[in-house]
Structures are given as C-alpha cells and as structure tokens.
C-alpha cells in the first residue's frame, strides 16, 4: 500500500503545469520492483564510470564523511521532522517480497542481488571551460525551450533565435568568465562532489557508481548515460543537484532525460527513482545553517549583521502563469534555514532576493542589486551574503556576487560585507546526499515518458487573445532579430 501511495504522490509531484500539452514528467510504478531489499547493497563492482579518480581526494573525504556519519545518523534517529517532509520520495519502503519481477521474469532476492548494480547520477548545468567554450555553452543554454519559451508555432525559431542571443550576450559573458580565471569551476566541483558522495555511500554500505550529466555542457547527460548503459547499472536515482526544483533546472534536465529514456530498450526498462527537490532535508538545512553560524561570527558584532539570501531567479511568468514551484520552495528553503538557525540562539534579520536576471522580461522580485542599494540607504551596515540556488561556486558566487553585488553594497552604505561558500563538498551536505539515494532506492520503478515534451504557457493554453498576441510578437520580434544584426546590437543594452 505504501508502495502505491508512493507512486501516486509521485506521478503528482512531477506534474507542473507547463502548458497546453502539460508537459508532465509523469511515473508509473512497474509491478515487482519496489520488493528490492537493502540487503542487497553490498554487491561490489567497479568504479570505471568514474572521472580522474583523485585518491588523495577520496582519503580525505572519507575521513571528513566519516567524522560526520554519527551525527548524521543520530539526527535520522531523533526522526526531527523538517518542512514538508516528502514520503514518497524520501520515506523508505519495506522490503516487502522475497522475489523481484522484471517484465514478467521472477528472480530469487538472492540470485539478483548478486547482480545489483546501483548508479547515481547527478544533474547539473555545466558551464564554458574555456572562453572559447562561452559562445557555444550560451547556444545550447538558449536554445532549451525551458530557458526561452516560445509558442508551439514557433518553436522552429528556437534554435535562429538561440544562435542570435548568444553571439550577441557572449562578449558580456566572457568578461564574467575571465574575471573568474577564464572558465566555469562548475566540472570540477561536480565531479568532486560525485566522488565524494560515492565514498559516503561506501560508507553507509552501499556500493554505487556515481556519474555526472550536465545539461549545457561537457560532460553532457547523454554521455552519461552512454555510460551507465555500458556499466549495466540495474537500478538507477537521479539526483539534481539543485535543492529547489525549477522548469528551468531541474525540470528542463528531467526532461532531456526522459526524452534519451524513451528513445532507448536499455534505459526504459531501468527502475529510476528521481529526487526532484531537496530543500527541506535536515542534512542541507542544518548544513546551510552551520555555514552561516560560522560566517556570522567572523564579523565584530555578529548579532547586528543582515542575512541576504540571494536566490537565482527565473521570469515572473515561470511562477505565476506555468505553475513553477520555485518561488514557493525557496521562501520555504530560508524559513527553514532561519527556524534552524533561531533555535541555536541566532535571531539576525534577514532578507531574500533575485539575482542574475536575463533578458527584457520581468523576473522575480525583490531584485538583488536594488535591495543592497536600499538597505544601504535604510543604515544596514553589515551584511552576509548567503547564495542559496545552487550547491557549487560558480559565474554567479564568483563574479556577480563577489564582485558587482559587493562593489554595489559597499558604495551604497554598507561597511562590513561577508559571503557564505557554497556548500561543495561539506562533509555533512554530503553525508545528508547519500542518505537521500538510500532513502529513496527502494522505490525505483520504470518512468511513464508518454508525455514530455517542451513547455509552454498556461495562460496560452487557456487564453486565445493572449496565444495571439503572444504568436504576433513572438514571430515579429523573431523575424526582426534574424534579419538585422544591427538591430541587435541596438537592443543589446535592453537585453541584457
Ligand atoms: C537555480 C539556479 C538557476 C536557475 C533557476 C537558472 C535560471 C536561468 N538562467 C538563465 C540564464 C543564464 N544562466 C547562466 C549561468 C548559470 N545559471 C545557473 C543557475 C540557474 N539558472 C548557474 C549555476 C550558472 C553558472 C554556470 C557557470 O558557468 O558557472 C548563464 C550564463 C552566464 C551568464 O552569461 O550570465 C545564463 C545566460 C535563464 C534565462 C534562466 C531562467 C529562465
Ligand atoms: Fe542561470
């Protein structure tokens, strides 16, 4: 029953709304596949799905994880509940059955345990290596109908439309790069943090490969997967390394991932459990709050600083017309950070806003770089900066935050000014990760890829004088761009 309920919640938390054919990343439970037990995690197999193996690394990973598995394991035990706690995709199932059915094949627990073989893959956006890499990484970014999302008719202009914006945003972009040694750290910090989580499942005795997919640049998804197929993974979860879900992250690389998983015999029939959010687990609150607890006390008078949570933002749109939970989640996310934080006796104010917004649209609200110009003028004198979107340094750390934001602050009035890292690979973030695969392991089932597709947006979907004015402006704005490069550079200013 449990197993059951467990596929309903499912099915109904990856159903966004994103259009006139909802674009639902829906998930059918295959019979069988939730009796696996855990005692099967032992199997032992090889690590070759892993990049440049870094053994110093993983000594001093390991030693950091396991300092931290107690503490992990005592808070699982004291069973604290944290936010919305999602059972269907974090509660364990029992194992229920001795047998395990695969398309109507029964084979004995013992007989396929041997044959396990877990894989974890890790979701992420990928960034330019190189400068040369910017143009063609903001191609691929451009050209996802989840980051620019064009009426069904026009989708034909999706890729001429993706070709324009970027050449036209990358002389901007590459200075952003540049300032930031010339390249995106975000591989480097995936594949760590790939590592170091293979170590903490070591740990908490589950032998697993872990493979990284990025979804606008080297290593792509489908390499990936190409990988896990040659592995011969058996069972598979999914983890977006995003803690809030949004159409543009998370949903945008579920997406392409169930469109390789329906064009692919090996990959449908894989049992897959996907962890589509994580925001509210203990691990990453207490994580984020640990963080900010030390950052705190690196300031004179830590009780008077300012919290600024500053969340990567998506178009208004995205939220209000295609049902993205992302505002919803984050406002969440720092309620549960700030409760976690107020009962180890820190009461600071704090604030959330958007940043790194794109484009003539309107984004999310309250916009970073105003907020720090008003807090100046309201006499906030210090204030710690707390990136709270995404788990890596990255462009948006780096250069945005460390420097535009901070030369903004600091002109504006503020006089002390900190920044929270990301949380990269923190032992204890870390440890909360593996114990969110082993959590969630148990109810791998085949995915129902019958419906995805692009996104659109409700509002067109529902509002015929809204579809036409969006089809009019869509293809003259479209049309206007492709022909005239100048024109281009004429709106460069306004677009970004
Ligand atoms: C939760 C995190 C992110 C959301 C939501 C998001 C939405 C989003 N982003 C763009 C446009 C760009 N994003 C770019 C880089 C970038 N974006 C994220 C995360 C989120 N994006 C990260 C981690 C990175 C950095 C990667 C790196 O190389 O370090 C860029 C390129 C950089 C730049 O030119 O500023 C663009 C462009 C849109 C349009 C969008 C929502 C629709
Ligand atoms: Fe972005």
Known sequence: MEAVNSA?????????????????????????????????????????????????????????????????????????????????????????????????????ASSSAAQEKIGVLLLNLGGPETLNDVQPFLFNLFADPDIIRLPRLFRFLQRPLAQLISVSRAPKSKEGYAAIGGGSPLRRITDEQAQALKLALEIKDLDA????????????????????????????????????????????????LQNFIREDGYLARLPISIIESWYHREGYIKSMADLID??????????????????????????????????????????????????????????????????????????????????????????????????????????????????LALQSG????????????????????????IEVLPSASLLNTNNVEGTETETEMTDPVQYAINLLFGSVFAFLLMLSPKLISAFRKYLF
């Open 8 to 108: 309903v919640s499912q099915t109904k938390l990856l159903n966004f709304r994103s259009g006139r054919n909802s674009s639902s990343l829906n998930l059918s439970r295959h019979r069988g596949t939730t009796s696996i037990c855990y005692a099967k995690f032992g199997s032992h197999f090889s690590d070759d799905g892993l990049r440049e193996t870094d053994k110093s690394l993983k000594l001093s990973a390991a030693s950091n994880i396991a300092s931290d598995i107690n503490n992990v394991n005592l808070a699982k035990s004291m069973h604290v509940p944290v936010g919305r706690h999602r059972h269907n995709l974090f509660g364990r199932t029992n194992c229920a059955a001795e047998t395990c059915i695969y398309d109507g094949e029964v084979h004995s």
């Open 209 to 256: 490969n872990v493979y990284v997919g990025m979804r606008y640049w080297h290593p792509f998804t489908e390499d990936a997967l190409h990988q896990i197929k040659k592995d011969k993974i058996t069972k598979l979860v999914v983890l977006p390394l995003y803690p809030q879900f949004s159409i543009s992250t998370s949903g945008s690389s579920i997406r392409v």
């Open 294 to 407: 030390a950052d705190l006390q690196k300031f004179t008078n830590p009780e008077e600083v300012m919290v600024f949570f500053s969340a990567h933002g998506v178009p208004l749109s995205y939220v209000e017309d295609a049902g993205d939970p992302y505002r919803d989640q984050m406002e969440e996310c720092i309620s549960l950070i700030m409760t976690e934080l107020k009962s180890r006796g820190i009461d600071n104010p704090h604030t959330l806003a958007y940043q790194s917004r794109v484009g003539p649209v309107q984004w999310l609200k309250p916009y970073t770089d105003e907020v720090l110009v008003e807090l100046g003028q309201r006499g906030v004198k210090s204030l710690l900066a707390v990136p709270v979107s995404f788990v890596s340094e990255h462009i948006e750390t780096l250069e945005e935050i460390d420097m535009e934001y901070r030369h």
């Open 414 to 437: 503020i006089k002390n000014w900190g920044r929270v890292p990301a949380l990269g690979c923190t032992s204890s973030f870390i440890s909360d990760l593996a114990d969110a695969v």
